[in-house]
């Protein structure tokens, strides 16, 4: 089958200065297209959206909206003061009481959703972690003290023995723990080993977003591992 194709004057001119295998090419370009579009009509588990291909910019009224199922949607997306483009995994977390989507930055280019579909991998993974053993989770904080709970599951249990640092900088007497939630939140709990302080539970992001708020590395390592990842700390050396 004979096809024909538009460039731009520039374009041309360098392709022909450069004696480009127009036709090569250009099947590469469509078989690529066509696998990234089969992985997309494939992921019946996962919607999957380019968010510029829709004609609308109300994702309700995308082909096949559901948000019964998990949303794998290329745009931009708020990550820490910036905004950044790439995957972003959304699904309701299954409260009654908070309908709103849950939302995970994934990250990669559009053009990454190949036959190896790694976005897709990627949210099914994040999606598997979160609903892992999950379990109800309460910690005393404050003072005087309160009683909170989430769902979720610890990848690093609080211990005053085991889960404390010696790094500089750091309170020996205080221990640390980190669980994943059923938002897909860190949560991080710190307590003093004595009565001097009342403990505290703050939840980020992501396991980076922990470290930059000064959770030491090496109960960031341990939470690294409990999610089944290896924790490295690039230097500049």
Not at 10 to 18: D, G, P
Not at 99 to 118: A, C, Q, R, T
Request: hydrophobic share 35%; charged share 30%.
């Amino acid at each position: 089958m004979r096809m024909n194709i538009s460039v731009p004057d520039a374009l041309a001119e360098e392709v022909r200065r450069r004696d480009i295998a127009i036709s090569a090419v250009c099947q590469r370009a469509l078989r690529d297209e066509v696998n990234r579009l089969r992985v997309i009509e494939d992921a019946d588990d996962i919607l999957v959206y380019v968010e510029n291909e829709q004609d609308d910019i109300d994702p309700t009224t995308w082909p096949g909206f559901d948000w019964g199922k998990p949303i794998l949607t290329y745009k931009r997306y708020p990550v820490g003061p910036h905004w950044e483009l790439g995957w972003v995994l959304e699904y309701e977390d299954g409260d009654e009481q908070n309908s709103n989507p849950v939302g995970y930055f994934i990250g990669g280019e559009s053009m990454g959703l190949g036959p190896n579909s790694p976005p897709i991998h990627a949210a099914r993974e994040r999606i598997r972690q979160v609903s892992r053993d999950m379990e109800e989770i309460t910690v005393d904080v404050g003072k005087p003290t309160l009683t909170v709970g989430f769902t979720g599951r610890w990848l690093v249990e609080p211990d005053p023995d085991k889960t404390r640092t010696g790094k500089p900088g750091y309170d020996a007497g205080v221990y640390w723990g980190v669980a994943l939630t059923r938002r897909g939140r860190i949560g991080v709990f710190t307590a003093p080993c004595n009565d001097d302080w009342a403990a505290d539970l703050h939840d980020y992001d992501s396991l980076d977003a922990a470290a930059n708020d000064g959770v030491p590395e090496e109960i960031i390592a341990l939470a690294a591992a409990g999610l089944g990842r290896t924790r490295v700390l690039w230097r500049d050396i």
